[in-house]
């Protein structure tokens, strides 16, 4: 990988491990518009200040935008959480191997 692909790698992991950053994409990741308070239920325990930064952030970088019926991801986010769909899987497998996981 190049020095500017790692620098683009780096970028986006910095735009994505903000406190519910994840969380704001995945909520929106059924492609229907939410409000701000019907956001904020379905990321859960994010308070209005962090969701609006959160909003703010992921709006500069265009991976959601905002419509007449509330909050969406644009063509760029709906491309990120394709490549992210594997994740549901692969924690669902997770889960299951940290219960067969012996406690120290």
Known sequence: MSAKENAAVGQLLELLEARYALRV???LKDGHPQTFRLLQDSVGNITPNTLNTRIKELRAAGLIGHGSD??????????????LNDLQAFAGKWVISQTKKPKP
């Open 25 to 27: 994409l995945w909520a």
């Open 70 to 83: 509330g909050y969406i991801v644009t063509t760029l986010g709906a491309d990120l959480l394709k490549r």
